[in-house]
């Protein structure tokens, strides 16, 4: 499973992905990485690890600053947001979990998931009468017996309608 994470898009709340300048590295298949980002509006070179287990992918910097450009010239973005909904590309200074599209406010807290496969991992990771140890790092309070049905039945709402918080 690749781990690119899926964002809340500022404009519309929409999933949308972060593109920015330079190289990053980026865990899981190579192939799921190469067609992920071959969609992308972005040139891009990617080469994959020699352990297969991950890729660095260049996004090339001039078409990057246009698109920034397009929206605020003034300030200069390490990050821009791609909206996959609206098609809006938004600068952003920084992102972290609290950005990522799948968010979701429980009683026991909020459960975040990179992207939709991740979010499927731990709803079946809960659902499991036998769980690994340190496969998931979760509250106890979201493992519990008694809450399990609540967590998958708030986990599958979010996969019909989108996650709840914005």
Same mark, same amino acid.
């Given at each position: 499973?690749?781990?690119?994470?899926?964002?809340?898009? =500022?404009?519309?709340?929409?999933?949308?992905?972060?593109?920015?300048?330079?190289?990053? *590295?980026v865990r899981?298949?190579?192939? +799921?990485?190469?067609?992920?980002?071959?969609?992308? =509006?972005?040139?891009?070179?990617? +080469?994959?690890?020699?352990?297969?287990?991950?890729?660095?992918?260049?996004?090339?910097?001039? +078409?990057?600053?246009?698109?920034?450009?397009?929206?605020?010239?003034?300030?200069?973005?390490?990050?821009?947001?791609?909206?996959?909904?609206?098609?809006?590309?938004?600068?952003?200074?920084?992102?972290?979990?609290?950005?990522?599209?799948?968010?979701?406010?429980?009683? *026991?807290?909020?459960?975040?998931?990179?992207?939709?496969? *991740?979010?499927?991992?731990?709803?079946?990771?809960?659902?499991?009468?036998s769980r =690994?140890?340190?496969?998931?790092?979760?509250?106890?309070?979201?493992?519990?017996?008694?809450?399990?049905?609540?967590?998958?039945?708030?986990?599958?709402?979010?996969? +019909?309608?989108?996650?709840?918080?914005?």
């Amino acid at each position: 499973m690749a781990l690119i994470p899926e964002y809340a898009c =500022p404009k519309c709340g929409g999933i949308a992905y972060r593109r920015f300048m330079g190289t990053m *590295h980026v865990r899981g298949d190579p192939d +799921e990485i190469r067609e992920h980002y071959r969609k992308g =509006p972005f040139r891009t070179r990617i +080469e994959a690890w020699k352990d297969s287990k991950g890729c660095n992918v260049t996004v090339f910097a001039d +078409e990057w600053q246009q698109a920034a450009a397009k929206g605020r010239p003034e300030r200069s973005y390490p990050d821009l947001l791609l909206c996959t909904e609206c098609h809006a590309r938004t600068g952003v200074l920084s992102l972290g979990p609290k950005d990522y599209y799948w968010r979701i406010k429980t009683r *026991h807290g909020v459960l975040w998931a990179y992207n939709r496969q *991740h979010l499927a991992e731990i709803r079946d990771f809960i659902q499991s009468q036998s769980r =690994p140890q340190g496969f998931h790092k979760l509250p106890a309070t979201m493992l519990k017996g008694s809450n399990r049905e609540e967590m998958v039945r708030l986990i599958n709402r979010a996969f +019909e309608r989108g996650p709840d918080t914005r």
